[in-house]
């Protein structure tokens, strides 16, 4: 009796091979805590004179372009966010803007990220930004999505790492990718405050 090992044989013990050799690293890789790549291994990244700032009008975004990544487990969104920023202090403020992602439908919070900001004492501020938002994919919106953006003042908790300063060494790819993505475009157009006199924003 013979056997007959053709190109099928050999396929098929590709995909036995990379099955059994990814699904375990994957396995091993989630118990190894690393440090988190966003924060440095900190745990915190702060801010200063932030509580001067709000966001002034409306926040206007466009995806840029999707990708699957981490064996198809997260869709990354590259989104262009335009925003509105108004410091009515009179320092200098830089720190940190959280966005959250909400799926319209269900009004749950898919994802949110972390952007740069800087805003001259007495200044308003419009900035856009790109960043990558990491959607779960068994969470991915059929439908329409809303961004909110929070000021955030003083240290906050790493977003990342929730304050740990750790993560799993098999997200830190993810996060480096996220965080390099998230990268500013320095789009900046600075407008001087008027002292005792209102400010009109164009919706």
């Known amino acids: 009796m013979t056997f007959k090992f053709?190109?099928?044989?050999?396929?098929?013990q590709k995909k036995y091979l990379a099955f059994f050799g990814i699904v375990p690293l994957l396995l091993v890789t989630a118990f190894i805590q690393a440090p988190c790549p966003s924060c440095s291994g900190t745990g915190k990244v702060s801010s200063t004179n932030m509580d001067t700032v709000t966001v002034a009008g409306e926040l206007h975004f466009q995806v840029e372009s999707?990708?699957?990544?981490?064996?198809?487990?997260?869709r990354v969104y590259?989104?262009?966010v335009t925003l509105e920023l108004e410091n009515e202090g009179e320092n200098d403020a830089?720190?940190?803007i959280v966005l959250f992602l909400y799926d319209v439908a269900t009004g749950k919070e898919l994802s949110s990220q972390k952007i740069v900001a800087y805003v001259g004492a007495n200044m308003k501020v419009t900035q856009t930004t790109l960043v990558a938002f990491s959607v779960i994919a068994a969470d991915d919106p059929e439908q329409?999505?809303?961004?909110?953006?929070?000021?955030?003042?003083?240290?906050?908790n790493c977003l990342d790492c929730n304050g740990t300063g750790r993560i799993p060494l098999n997200a830190v790819m993810l996060s480096r990718a996220i965080k390099l993505d998230s990268e500013q475009l320095g789009m900046y157009q600075e407008i001087p405050l008027l002292p005792l006199l209102p400010v009109e924003i164009e919706q």
């Open 6 to 12: 053709g190109k099928s044989m050999f396929n098929l």
């Open 66 to 74: 999707t990708f699957m990544h981490s064996c198809n487990m997260y």
């Open 78 to 80: 590259r989104t262009n």
């Open 94 to 96: 830089n720190g940190f």
């Open 144 to 156: 329409a999505v809303q961004i909110v953006p929070i000021v955030r003042d003083g240290a906050i």
